[in-house]
Structures are given as structure tokens and as C-alpha cells.
């Protein structure tokens, strides 16, 4: 007997396990090689789909990236709003943030590479992606709150720009891993160990708390 077709709802369902498998796929060869280094043919290998399926999907090697860099920026944005700064004291929710944006830079070494490549492409990706824009703004917004609290309460100065001061913790934590095999030469001594990494993350704390503290 013939085998009956597969129901709509099936058809989707496994639409986005291959979207899905393309997706992790692409992140995985565009951290390890770039975008200009990254074929589609090894996308589709990686993933176990036809190569068409990625042009069905993304049109375009770019259109794949753009995705790529959608899903990475969803992620740690989702991952922020789980934080939920804006119900804790204002000293704890400045914190929680420093050691959350630590800890992400540790956790995910494929966010730093993916953020450096766009940046050899002068964001040409994501300044087409409304997503990407709009994922910014409730982070913001939150820290603000979380700042104008801090000020009422007498605990922190007034003034801090909330964008200047995510800016500044994902600067301070960003930079130490992107950087951190040059730094580990230049200064003659290991930047990944655990003693070296606690010393950076207090260093970090005491920095951000030390500006905002009246």
C-alpha cells in the first residue's frame, strides 16, 4: 500500500527541524572559518540537507549569515531577559548583569567570532536586519529603570546613560576574550585559568560598581 502523504502540520514540523539543522550548522562553519571562508556545500554537509534547501530557505550565503547573526543576538538577548533585573536591588541587578555578560562571553567563544566577522563586514548584515535593531531596545530600557531606581534610592549617581553603561560591561568583558591569546603573550602569563579568569571578573565588578556608587 502506497504511504499515506504526510499531514500539514507534519510538513511544518519538519520544515523547521531542517531550518533549525541548516541554522546550527551555518553558526558552526561561520565561527570556525568566517563568512568569506564558509562554503555551502559544507553548510549542507554539516546539516545533512541538500545544498537547494539553504537556497530555498536563505536565498543567499549572506541571507544565511544574517540568520545566523539573528539567532545569536536572540539568544543572548533571551538569555538577559531571564535576569530579570528590573525585580532586583539595583546593586544586585548591576551585578547579575556583570557576571551574566561574563559568563556569556565564557560559555559562547562562537558569539565573539561571529560579532568580529560582522565587524570586518562594518555590519553590513545586521544593518539590514530590523530584528537584530529592535532586540536592543528592552535591555536598555530595563537597565534604565534599573539606574533611575539606584538614583531615588540613594545608592547610585545620577546622570549614567543606560546605553554608555551596557556598552561599557560588554566592552570590559568582550574585549579580554577576543583578545585573550595576544594578551596571554604580551603579558608573559595565562588568561584563562581560573585564578586568572576570578581576578578578571572581580576587577570587572568593581570597575562598573565603583562608577555608579555615589
Partial sequence: MPRPAPSPENRTRDAERSRQAI??????????????????????????????LIYYYFRTKD?????????????????EAELHLAELPPVEAITRLVDFTWAYHLDHPEFI???????????AHIAQSERIRT???????????????????????????????????AGLCYF??????????????????PKALHERLSHVR?????????
Fill in 176 to 193: 579580554y576574550f577576543s583578545n585573550r591569546h595576544t594578551l596571554g603573550v604580551i603579558f608573559g602569563r595565562p588568561v584563562d585559568s
Fill in 113 to 123: 567570532t561571529l560579532i568580529n566577522s560582522e565587524n570586518l563586514h562594518r555590519a
Fill in 206 to 214: 568593581e570597575m562598573v560598581l565603583g562608577y555608579l556608587l555615589r
Fill in 23 to 52: 541554522l546550527s550548522a551555518a553558526l558552526a562553519a561561520f565561527a570556525e572559518h568566517g563568512l568569506g571562508g564558509t562554503r555551502i556545500d559544507d553548510v549542507a554537509a554539516r546539516a545533512g540537507v541538500d545544498k537547494r
Fill in 135 to 169: 532586540l536592543h531596545s528592552p535591555l536598555i530600557g530595563t537597565l534604565g529603570t534599573v539606574l533611575e531606581r539606584g538614583r531615588e534610592e540613594g545608592v547610585f549617581r545620577g546622570g549614567v546613560d543606560p546605553q554608555q553603561l551596557y556598552i561599557s560591561i
Fill in 63 to 79: 541571507g544565511l549569515f544574517s540568520a545566523v547573526l539573528e539567532e545569536v543576538y536572540a539568544g543572548i538577548r533571551n538569555a
